[in-house]
């Protein structure tokens, strides 16, 4: 569905993650890795993240894009 809306997005992997600490588990969130062609606007980086954040029901989304 990204892709259609991205067509610079040529991979994605998303996992769900659970950091751990020394001292404490913290709270998780979504990473979502993407590899795009050029780059992404801070706006298109907003605009994925809170469309993630709707689609797959999380409050935490994080992205690392990628060349």
Known sequence: ELRTQYPQLTDAIIQSVQP????????????????????????????????????LHEQQVKLLVTP
Do not use: C, H, N, Y
């Open 20 to 55: 751990v600490s020394d001292s404490a588990a913290r709270p998780g969130f979504l990473l979502a890795v993407l590899t795009v062609k050029g780059k992404l606007t801070p706006q298109e980086r907003e605009k994925i993240a809170a469309w993630l954040k709707i689609r």
